[in-house]
């Protein structure tokens, strides 16, 4: 597909820029990469540029912001298209001054040639900018980058800081309601019987909605809302049974893997489980409808923009160009937003309403109703010749469709790169059996951090840990001798040389290591545990080398990488989100504890170790992959137990002490 | 009912429900939306503001308890376009993901340096401890704390 110009960049006759991405911000920091990008390449001040993303009437069609992709698919489109628009800018001031473009450059949003200095938007004034932004442009030399490759702060810093980052719960309209949806006992309940006689006497109360299924007050206020709606009496009918596909999926066939495992000189297997976790943003789920008979605009925060323009447009039974999605700061999201279920609420309150409505659910609607990650079992055999070389490796995988995203592909390459991402291990393995099994749930589901890779990777690299141990080998050297991608094995020499890996750790401490190349790249981590005589871990220190190509903004990826071994280590140390007979069970912080101040490590020490000689590749997932099994790891070796199971309470670490 | 508040140094008088909470006046009737909704039991930090020098949850709060007090929201404690060395801090050390929990750090953050200028790590940490963050940046923000205890 062609990218056009003005699909791109816009310059204002002030000289202002915007930049237009299809892409969100969620707080991993791409528009500030975005904005980077595009003024080094125009030439420009940075302040001068604003990055509009994810604004369905403005930007580009964008799939979906997913998979730390967004730097690696946007970065050159944005570098092109800028360099094309400088190109331009040259060009014209060539025209006006009547010479040619070689006597000419640019300078800090002019072209200048000697004294004359042509600011950009004189030159944009009578035409805009133009045109399909072709393969090969000429960039500037990496000298006079400005920007990129520099530690830089988030553009929205200021505005988060003074409180006036506006989040779709914030959004403030004329004549604005407030809603709130009356939830069944279980998920996917259908309604028999509404009496709402209570609730519409209450005060504040304008509407009492039902659609189908769904129940919801609309009223002046937000507290009127919520009162009128825990007030209405709905009889509901039992919930929905388990969902999603079962199917066996083949994503690496050996037809004489149980002979090669049978054969090996040494064989393990092991059984490692992962809980359903919540995505528990602390803002949760919001978004503000205004829908009229002629269309309808829906302001909030999701990972598919055009997603949830089509959905919304199917729910109201308008076309899609009438509905206009306008993003505001999102209030935290680890894939739950690519659910697009509170506009969809929202929408069809204020429709009923003929008002503009904003919807935020509540804490408890946030964990017992929005999507959460599905359970996880990974089943692991592996057996080690003589030299104790890794021989044959069976791995199963067992987990759940993620209802969500919509789409379950059967295909083993596609399923491989979903439901099935990073079952594969990077290392080299003669014989390789790996089977993802889909299983009905009875959650609702959603694509979160990483997808399956974070559970994957625990279960490998623990695997792979327990083999070193079994070879007698020590776990860097193990994973170094079946390694061939140089940039893996670099972060891991890397990690062991600033972790200080060998060294004699204190009474009752232990590090860890694990490993992963997540959608191209690598990275490893180091983990320092101790862990009390009663079971207790305590995450001391997590050291973390990453390559991801070129780097566009040091610190921006510092921030992303320490912030997904935090939250991975506050999965991993604390999370599970319990459920019964489709009931979930936690409704608040207290039942559904994460990592808070006390819990984070005393340092989290990251190297960004980009290889510049790359395409630049994310890094919103890949430092949540490996710390679960870093950390399992380092407890093995502060105190001999193998815990494989999480989250890891201090009385699965004693079992696995007294069995270790 | 009648309400008299005093935020932000400057009077404000509301007309609400009795069991209004201060966050849902702050955040409904006065439009000062940088104190954010996160949980509505005082668990979370995010809808803190500083009431008589201690943050306190503007969720647990009612309006009428907040009018014997005097109230700083985040939007109030900087002056004019100008950032205070708390927010600074934030911003140098990119102390922020989504920035949802940031206002409540910021509050926080503000009344233990107001009451201990230089506190240790550990009390930074203790101070926090109710201040949840998901996007993971509590190494920063208590880098954060303690930079802007050092101005």
Redesign the interface.
Known sequence: MTDLLEDRIAISTDGSVTALSGKVEFGQGIRTGFAQIVADELDVALERVTVLMGDTDRVPHDFGTFGSHSTQQEAPILRRAAAFGRGQLLARAATRLGVTVDRLDTKDGHVVSGTTRIPYGELVATEPLSGAVPDEVAFLPEQRRRYVGRPLPRVEARDIVTGRATYAADVRLAGMLHGAIVRPPVRGAKVKSVDDATARAMPGVVAIVRDGDLVGVVAERADQARAAADAVDVDWLAGRPDEGPDADIPLREDPVIETALAGAATRRTAQYVLPSIANAPIGPGAAVADVTAEGATIYGATHRPFGLREGVAKRLGLSEETVHFAPRMSSGTYGRSSSIDVALEAAVLSKRAKRPVNLQWTREEEFAYSPSRPEVTLEVSGGLDANGDIVAWSFDEHTANLHTAGWFDPDPERAGGTQGRNAIPPYRIPHLNVVLHMEPTPLRTANFRSLAAAENVFAIESFVDELAHAAGQDPVAFRLRHLDDARLRATIEAVAARSGWGRTPLARHGLGIACTIYHGTPVTQVAEVEVSDDGVVRLVAVWAVVDPGFVINPEGVRNQVEGGIQQSASWTMFEELRHHDGRIAATSWDTYPIATFRDAPERIDVLVAGDASQPSTGVGEPGAVPTAAAIANAVFAACGARVRELPMRPERVRAAMAAG | MQIALRINGSAHAVDV?R???LL?VL??DL???????????G??G?CFVIGDGRAVASCLLSAEQASRMEIR???G??EDSG?TPV?EA???E?A????????GM?ISATALLERSPHPTEAE???S???????????????RAVLRAADR
């Open positions: 429900p069991n209004a909470t849902s955040r409904d439009g000062m939306t940088g104190t954010r909704y996160g949980c509505g039991i668990r979370c995010a929201t985040v939007e404690l900087a950032l927010q934030f911003v140098a990119d922020m993901q989504c920035g949802y929990c940031t206002s910021v930074v940490r203790e926090l401890a109710t201040n949840l963050c998901r996007c993971g940046v509590y190494g920063r923000a208590i």
